[in-house]
């Protein structure tokens, strides 16, 4: 199985200490160097800094068609980590690109690539039994609490789905 994720699921899951699902979902997350630097050399995410490097399932994987990225970014106006994401999903067939922001999201559902969020984790690791309702609904409140962006109606289409 091969997933690519973005630089916000991975900061919002280290906000509510739940980094782990990744691994415990997928085994292995690849991530572009974009990503990867987008994660390390921000001092605002510091402490996210020091998990993403001790981590042993995030692998940095390079994009290769370096064309087609000038091209993404170019028309989309996306920054460089989810281009590489997108991209880099796409060169790797993957079986799910982790984006979180509407309009990256839309520009991969254009691409056909599948994609799932931070709620769809908390979503998938509910449906295997990793994580109550009363616990999504806690981390739901935890990343309000932490500014990740999360509309109403987006809080409660994911209760709706428990």
Excluded: C, W
Excluded at 32 to 47: G, Y
């Amino acid at each position: 199985m091969t997933i690519i994720s973005d630089t916000t699921p991975i900061i919002s899951l280290i906000k509510i200490n739940r980094i782990d699902l990744l691994e415990k979902l997928f085994g292995e997350v690849l991530i572009p160097e974009a990503v990867f630097k987008e994660l390390i050399t921000n001092t605002v995410f510091e402490n996210e800094a020091r998990i993403v490097k001790s981590s042993t399932f995030l692998k940095t994987q390079a994009v290769q068609n370096i064309k087609a990225l000038k091209i993404l970014q170019a028309a989309s106006g996306l920054d460089d980590g989810k281009s590489e994401a997108i991209i880099l999903a796409d060169e790797l067939k993957s079986d799910v690109l982790i984006i979180d922001e509407r309009k990256g999201r839309k520009v991969a559902q254009n691409l056909g690539i599948p994609i799932t969020g931070t709620i769809g984790i908390l979503i998938q690791a509910h449906d295997e039994k990793m994580l109550s309702s009363e616990e999504i609904k806690m981390y739901l409140e935890q990343l309000k609490n932490s500014n990740i962006r999360l509309s109403e109606n987006l809080i409660q289409e994911a209760l709706s789905l428990l």
